[in-house]
């Protein structure tokens, strides 16, 4: 039986060659399907009328007085709450899938081209919901999808650096 870090024979490889492909779609299709969650996300599946459906009743379920000015700041705080958790989880995946890659460039700025994909994808999902009458395209939106990215590789990177800080001082000379 074959560990993680073990090499596997490709078909038709030599031995010892790892397989590429497999590892690629390990680290990749998390990052594309979530991205794909993204956009499904900005349709009209996921419009603030159709999500006043859950958050409401759920709300006045908890909180039988609450009034309807602090029913929409609620709704209001929870859909941007979401925006911002979205996209600190697409930071996070897109981490995972840069950091191990074979290309060096792409290895050592995985934080930027994490951060770059965020905006990329944050900015299209605006420009796209500005197509859809049941949604709203904003830019303050995009800069909270930004900044939940942001917040998640910082802190990410804050505890990468501790955990490999960690690592030399008690085993000698550790890896990133």
């Not at 700041?73 to 995972?96: D, G, I, S």
């Not at 800069?143 to 505890?159: E, K």
């Amino acid at each position: 039986m074959f560990t993680r870090k073990e090499t596997h024979t490709q078909a038709g490889g030599e031995p010892g060659e790892t397989s590429s492909w497999r590892k690629r779609l390990w680290r990749y299709a998390p990052l594309a399907c979530w991205i794909g969650f993204i956009f499904f996300a900005s349709t009209g599946a996921m419009s603030a009328s159709n999500t006043s459906r859950i958050i409401a009743p759920l709300f006045k379920w908890f909180f039988p007085g609450i009034n309807e000015a602090q029913l929409l700041l609620v709704h209001f705080t929870v859909r941007k709450t979401a925006h911002f958790t979205e996209y600190a989880v697409l930071a996070l995946l897109a981490a995972r899938a840069f950091l191990p890659s074979t290309h060096g460039r792409l290895r050592r700025g995985w934080f930027v081209a994490a951060l770059a994909l965020v905006a990329l994808v944050a900015l299209l999902d605006e420009y796209n919901q500005s197509f859809n009458a049941a949604r709203t395209g904003t830019v303050w939106d995009s800069l909270i999808d930004i900044s939940g990215g942001a917040t998640a590789l910082v802190l990410f990177g804050l505890w990468r650096r501790r955990r490999v800080r960690g690592n030399v001082s008690r085993d000698g000379p550790g890896e990133l």
